[in-house]
C-alpha cells in the first residue's frame, strides 16, 4: 500500500563544510513536526551529518560542486531522505560501504561514513555512476503518532 506524503522539502548548497552543520539544522527542522524523540532527531541529524560529508570528502574531492537533499514524510511518520552529489561517483558502492573502507586514506579518514548510517537508519540505499555522482537513501521510522 502506498503511503500518502504529509510533507516534502528540497534544498541545495555549495559542498562546503561549513554548510555539513546547516543541513543537520534544516533536515531536523523538517523532520521536527513529528514531534521525535531525541534520540531519533540524533540518530537523523548523524546520517545526514555523514552523507553530507562524503559528498564533500569524496564526492566532490579537491573540487567543488553542490549537494542536493530531497525530504519526504509519509502519513506513517516515515521520513526519507535523499542526498545527492553529481561528483566523481563510487566505483565499487558494496566496497565503499565495508567498514573502514575510505578512498581518502591520506585525509585520514576512518571509513565508518555508511556503517554509520546504517546503524542510525532504518534503511540505506546508494546509487552511483563513475564520473556521474551519489545518492544516498536514508529512511527513518519516527515513533509518534501526534499530527
Not at 562524503?54 to 537533499?69: A, D, E, F, M, P
Not at 585525509?107 to 551519489?134: P, Y
Amino acid at each position: 500500500m502506498k503511503r500518502a506524503i504529509k510533507n516534502e522539502m528540497s534544498l541545495s548548497f555549495p559542498s562546503k563544510s561549513c554548510n555539513e552543520a546547516f543541513a543537520r539544522s534544516a533536515v531536523a527542522a523538517f523532520v521536527m513536526n513529528l514531534d521525535p524523540t531525541i534520540s531519533e532527531l540524533s540518530d537523523i541529524k548523524t546520517a545526514v551529518s555523514e552523507a553530507v560529508t562524503n559528498c564533500i570528502v569524496h564526492g566532490y574531492r579537491r573540487s567543488s560542486g553542490t549537494i542536493y537533499i530531497k525530504g519526504r514524510i509519509t502519513d506513517d511518520n516515515k521520513v526519507t531522505l535523499k542526498i545527492r552529489d553529481k561528483g566523481c561517483g563510487i566505483e565499487d558502492v558494496k566496497k565503499a560501504m565495508e567498514p573502514l573502507y575510505t578512498s581518502a586514506p591520506e585525509e585520514e579518514r576512518a571509513g565508518l561514513g555508511f556503517a554509520v548510517m546504517q546503524s542510525f537508519c532504518d534503511k540505506v540505499r546508494v546509487k552511483s555512476a563513475v564520473g556521474k555522482g551519489t545518492t544516498v537513501t536514508l529512511e527513518k521510522m519516527i515513533s509518534s503518532n501526534d499530527d
